[in-house]
C-alpha cells in the first residue's frame, strides 16, 4: 500500500519532468540546432554541392537532443532551472537547496542524455523513458540525481502553466513539422514575407542565404530572440 501510494505522488512529478524537457528540446534545443546548422551549411555546404540544405524535422528534433546537453547544463549549473522546468515548477538542486555547479549539471545532462533519452534515438528513448520513469514513481528519485546527490524541488503550480507547457509543446512540433524558415517569414513580413519562402517551405529546404539576407534586410531593424 506505502509502495503505491508512493507511485501515486510520483507519477505527476513524472509527468512534470517529462514535459519540462520537452519543453526544453523544443524551445531551446531545436533553435539551437538550427542555428548550428545554419553555421555548419555556411562553413561547408559549398563541400556538399547543396546536400546540407535543410536536415529533416526529425534529424533536427534529434541533434536538438544533444545540443540541448551544454545549455540545459549551463542553465542548472548557475540557476538551477530550464525555461522548461521554471514553466512547470521545478528547479534542481543540491542537498543545501544551492546550485549544483556546472561539473555536476555537465555530469546530470551527460547521463540524461544517454540513461534518459536514449541518445534521442526512437526505440532506445521509448525504453530509456520508461525505465527511468518506473524507478522514479518506485524509488521517488531519478537514477542520475540519486547517483549525484541532487535534489529536485517541486513547487505548486496552477492550471495555467499546465496549459502553457502544453501548448508550447504541440506549437514547438507544428513549428517544427511545418517548418523553420516559413515561420521566421511570417512573423517578420506576414503573408508578404512568407511569400518570398513559399516555395523552400513547400518543399522542406533551405530558401538558401540569398533570400534570408533580402528578407531580413527587407524588414529591418528586426531582432529574432532564440
Do not use: H
Amino acid at each position: 500500500a506505502a509502495a503505491n501510494a508512493q507511485a501515486a505522488i510520483q507519477f505527476p512529478l513524472a509527468v512534470r519532468r517529462l514535459l519540462a524537457r520537452l519543453v526544453d528540446v523544443l524551445v531551446i534545443g531545436v533553435p539551437a540546432a538550427a542555428i548550428a546548422w545554419g553555421l555548419l551549411v555556411n562553413r561547408f555546404g559549398a563541400l556538399f554541392d547543396g546536400a546540407l540544405a535543410t536536415p529533416e524535422p526529425a534529424v533536427l528534433l534529434w541533434l536538438a537532443v544533444f545540443v540541448l546537453v551544454p545549455l540545459e547544463a549551463l542553465l542548472i549549473g548557475t540557476t538551477g532551472t530550464t525555461p522548461g522546468k521554471f514553466l512547470l515548477g521545478l528547479r534542481v538542486l543540491d542537498a543545501r537547496d544551492a546550485t549544483i555547479g556546472l561539473a555536476r549539471a555537465w555530469q546530470r545532462s551527460l547521463t540524461i542524455l544517454w540513461r534518459g533519452m536514449g541518445l534521442g534515438l526512437p526505440p532506445l528513448t521509448v525504453v530509456a523513458i520508461g525505465v527511468a520513469g518506473a524507478q522514479l514513481m518506485g524509488q521517488g528519485k531519478a537514477p542520475w540525481d540519486r547517483a549525484l546527490g541532487i535534489e529536485l524541488r517541486a513547487a505548486a503550480i496552477d492550471n495555467r502553466r499546465w496549459q502553457t507547457a502544453l501548448v508550447a509543446v504541440v506549437g514547438g512540433f507544428f513549428v517544427l513539422a511545418s517548418g523553420l524558415w516559413g515561420e521566421l517569414a511570417w512573423q517578420l513580413g506576414g503573408s508578404e514575407g512568407y511569400a518570398m519562402v513559399k516555395e523552400a517551405d513547400a518543399t522542406g529546404t533551405s530558401p538558401g542565404k540569398d533570400v534570408l539576407r533580402d528578407l531580413l534586410a527587407q524588414y529591418a531593424p528586426c531582432i529574432i530572440l532564440i
